[in-house]
């Protein structure tokens, strides 16, 4: 499930994460409220009952639209977070730490003075700041390789060597390394026992304004929905089924601008659904095509 902003609209869709086919959809107004949401999912509901389903489970984004209309229509359902989004909202929050550190390590090199520095002590010290200084700037350059999963092995060594001298902006490294270690956990009791310890550790870093994004990336609740997939084979982990008719529909507007009215919107839509439907046919018949010509 996932909202997609288009103009003055907002487009609600629920999408298989097997088939990739939109299941559901509706256009409202831009202000989506929880009421927008439940009212969606109740109708998407008769709809399961009718047919003689019942959802097994569902992935959002972060958004605090979902968690309280899912229990109220859906009840005890599995509900997974996108581990992207919480990847990328942590990853962000690290990247800003880092700066924020360098900028404090920046700030305390002394000052220059304007002009050649004088043969002696003046001028050795000027060498050993400008030297800091750069070294500084590169590994502000390599502030993405920082939160990086898996980088390139030399980018990897050389960050390495730059933070040795840095061990506050080594810890950062160190804490989303374990991050990224959540995800390859058995189970999601073991995920939440690191977890802990990531939290613990992420406690003892200096305190400041930029670390407080951080830690509250860590301590919400959306790390800890974001692994219950590890329970639950079939929940998938993220949200790139929807996300992925979300940017078919952006592609489509792109290429064919028109007026963003509720009614087009809505022809786009049930245009997108006609398509999914006949794919299977679609690709049948290129195979049979391709397999005469073949045979020609």
């Known amino acids: 499930m996932d909202e997609l902003y288009d103009g003055p609209w907002c487009v609600l869709s629920i999408v298989d994460n097997r088939t990739f086919r939109r299941l559901f959809c509706r256009v409202v107004e831009e202000d989506v409220t929880q009421a927008h949401i439940v009212d969606l999912f109740t109708q998407f509901q008769k709809s399961l009952e009718q047919r003689k389903l019942k959802l097994a489970g569902i992935t959002t984004d972060g958004s605090n639209l979902y968690p309280a209309a899912i229990q109220q229509v859906f009840g005890a359902v599995p509900h997974q977070v996108c581990r992207f989004h919480v990847l990328a909202m942590i990853t962000k929050a690290a990247r800003e730490v880092a700066v924020h550190l360098y900028k404090q390590r920046v700030a305390k090199l002394p000052k220059l003075k304007g002009g050649r520095p004088r043969k002696g002590p003046e001028e050795e010290q000027a060498e050993r700041v400008r030297a800091e200084r750069e070294k500084l700037l590169k590994l502000y350059r390599r502030r993405y390789t920082l939160a990086a ?56 870093l200096q305190d400041h304004q930029s670390m407080a994004a951080l830690r509250s990336a860590l301590n919400g609740p959306c790390i800890e929905k974001s692994l219950v997939f590890r329970d639950d084979r079939d929940l998938p982990s993220t949200s790139n089924a929807v996300e992925r008719g979300n940017r078919r529909h952006r592609k489509m507007q792109k290429s064919v601008y028109r007026v963003r009215v509720k009614r087009q919107l809505e022809r786009r839509l049930a245009m997108d659904l006609l398509r999914e439907q006949r794919a299977v046919g679609r690709e049948e018949v290129l195979l049979a095509l391709h397999e005469l010509r073949h045979a020609a």
């Not at 898996?150 to 991050?179: G, T």
């Open 149 to 204: 999963r898996n980088p390139d092995s030399q980018k990897l060594a050389e960050l390495l060597e730059l933070l040795k001298p840095y061990p506050e902006i080594a810890a950062i490294r160190d804490i989303m390394q374990l991050v990224y270690g959540l995800y390859d956990c058995p189970s999601s009791a073991a995920a939440l026992t690191k977890l802990a310890e990531i939290r613990v550790q992420a406690a003892r």
